[in-house]
């Protein structure tokens, strides 16, 4: 019998996690904290990391606040920072509402293009509902070019 390697867990190097109400302020607001987080973790303002992750979380974000909102409940933002990649997690109160990835019918359709743009910036992306139905997780994970540190240039 042959020893199977363990398998390597990814380091963490960094969260950050806010509640936001589900209004359009609520993403606004989770876009300029995500910016000032991904700037206090050596990303500059703009950085193409920086700007990669603020409109992956203005896009989840304001599909959570179109998409997903329940009345009473707010929606979550985490990002986990790891060495080759920022995950960003937005959870939003409607597990029944899951994001279809689609093209506009219509050029001139002004809605419709946000998974476009996440899935242009991130390498991956998903959504995980939880099995009670209460919320789902959508997140997308984008590429920090030759690994970072926290607070690293």
């Known amino acids: 019998m042959s020893a199977k390697p363990p398998t390597q867990v990814p380091v963490t190097l960094g969260t950050f996690t806010?509640?936001?109400?589900?209004?359009?302020?609520?993403?606004?607001?989770?876009?300029?904290?995500?910016?000032?987080?991904?700037?206090?973790?050596?990303?500059?303002?703009?950085?193409e990391v920086s700007e990669a992750v603020t409109l992956v979380v203005?896009?989840?974000a304001a599909n959570?606040?179109?998409?997903?909102?329940?009345?009473?409940?707010?929606f979550r933002?985490?990002?986990?920072?790891?060495?080759?990649v920022?995950?960003?997690?937005?959870?939003?109160?409607?597990?029944?509402?899951l994001p279809e990835l689609k093209e506009p019918s219509e050029p001139s359709e002004e809605g419709g293009r946000g998974?476009?743009?996440?899935?242009?910036l991130a390498e991956r992306w998903g959504v995980e509902a939880r099995e009670d139905g209460t919320c789902k997780t959508v997140w997308a994970e984008v590429a920090v070019p030759n690994g970072r540190r926290v607070g690293g240039s």
């Open 18 to 47: 806010q509640l936001y109400s589900s209004t359009p302020r609520g993403a606004r607001l989770a876009r300029r904290l995500v910016a000032n987080r991904m700037d206090v973790w050596g990303f500059g303002y703009d950085g």
């Open 115 to 120: 998974l476009l743009i996440v899935v242009a």
């Open 58 to 60: 203005a896009e989840l």
């Open 77 to 84: 933002v985490r990002l986990v920072l790891r060495e080759d």
């Open 86 to 97: 920022v995950r960003v997690e937005v959870a939003d109160g409607r597990a029944d509402r």
């Open 64 to 74: 959570a606040v179109r998409h997903g909102r329940v009345r009473g409940r707010d």
